[in-house]
């Protein structure tokens, strides 16, 4: 096989699984987040407890940067559209939304953690940190920062003209944000910081876990302890294990310059396709890891689906089709 043979060939391939792989995680992703929103808002058990509303926001924030993904890159592979081309508000916000989208859902993630250390904590000074009151002005101060720190990416992404087909495209159009951009937004702040946070306070809370049955808690309070604790460690596991890939690839490409490297610089590109699909995993897995990892979680997500939603819909579907009887 030709270089240039080979060079396509890798970059069909990589296609196919942007297009596929991508297709099958925003559904499964979009379709568990969306379950995962219901099952937290439906029972009063995770509407009042601080980890389950940052999970739901998580949740939330996934939805987007799942249809982000959609629209960023399976509809232009498949269908060859690329609204970036025609639109300049399209080509600065879809990055944008993207980074807001993925640093808002890991600052999540790490307030859930943190949260659970501090809920698992035996000094009560630490517990009162656990509150649904501090998780609702955390979330919103969490929004609002990635919302102004990601500015600068509306004003540096604009249009210029290819050197190889002509063609406008959308990038970064300063040297220095370029790399700030590769190396402090993508992997340090977005990827390397929360991975370290995780790692820590997830260690952290798994031994207060470990000590918590010494302690004198309700056995309810102990049992939601534990699987909200199991259910975010897991969650950050499988963070960790997405992203690194991605993380090495990302700066091996950044790095270096492979402009007289075609077959490398398509192997590159087809382990960033591969990578970047299976990045996407983290965003669109949390609840099946959470049916996975909690047996309580399965039997909570039954209730709410069947004797809560089902039985709600059924008795409404009844009372419609009751006939009234007319009085003469």
Not at 100 to 119: E, F, G
Request: aromatic share 14%.
């Amino acid at each position: 096989m030709s270089s240039s043979s080979y060079i396509l060939f890798l970059n069909y391939l990589g296609n196919q699984i942007v297009i596929y792989v991508g297709i099958c995680v925003v559904v499964a992703g979009i379709l568990g987040e969306s379950l995962n929103i219901i099952v937290f808002l439906s029972l009063r058990t995770f509407r009042q407890n601080s980890c389950a509303f940052y999970l739901t926001i998580m949740s939330t924030v996934n939805i987007c940067q799942l249809l982000s993904s959609l629209f960023n890159r399976v509809i232009p592979t498949k269908l060859d559209i690329d609204w970036s081309k025609t639109s300049v508000f399209y080509c600065k916000f879809r990055f944008y939304l993207y980074q807001v989208s993925a640093m808002t859902s890991l600052t999540c993630l790490c307030l859930a953690v943190i949260d659970q250390y501090l809920a698992t904590c035996a000094s009560l000074h630490w517990q009162r940190w656990a509150d649904i009151r501090v998780a609702h002005r955390l979330t919103a101060v969490n929004i609002l920062i990635w919302i102004l720190y990601n500015i600068p990416i509306l004003v540096y992404y604009n249009y210029i003209v290819s050197n190889t087909n002509q063609q406008a495209i959308c990038v970064i159009t300063d040297r220095i944000f370029i790399q700030f951009n590769n190396y402090a937004n993508r992997f340090l702040v977005g990827k390397f910081l929360p991975i370290c946070i995780t790692c820590i306070f997830g260690v952290l809370a798994l031994y207060n876990v470990k000590n918590i049955a010494r302690r004198a808690l309700p056995v309810a309070r102990r049992a939601l302890e534990k699987q909200l604790t199991i259910m975010v460690l897991l969650q950050a596991v499988v963070m960790l294990f997405t992203n690194i890939p991605y993380i090495i690839t990302y700066l091996l490409q950044a790095s270096l310059d492979l402009t007289g490297y075609p077959v490398i610089s398509a192997q590159v590109q087809f382990a960033l396709s591969v990578t970047m699909s299976v990045l996407y995993m983290s965003f669109a897995t949390s609840f099946y890891i959470y049916c996975w990892a909690s047996n309580r979680f399965r039997r909570q997500l039954k209730y709410v689906l069947f004797d809560i939603h089902f039985n709600r819909c059924r008795e409404r579907t009844i009372r419609t089709n009751q006939i009234v009887p007319v009085v003469a």
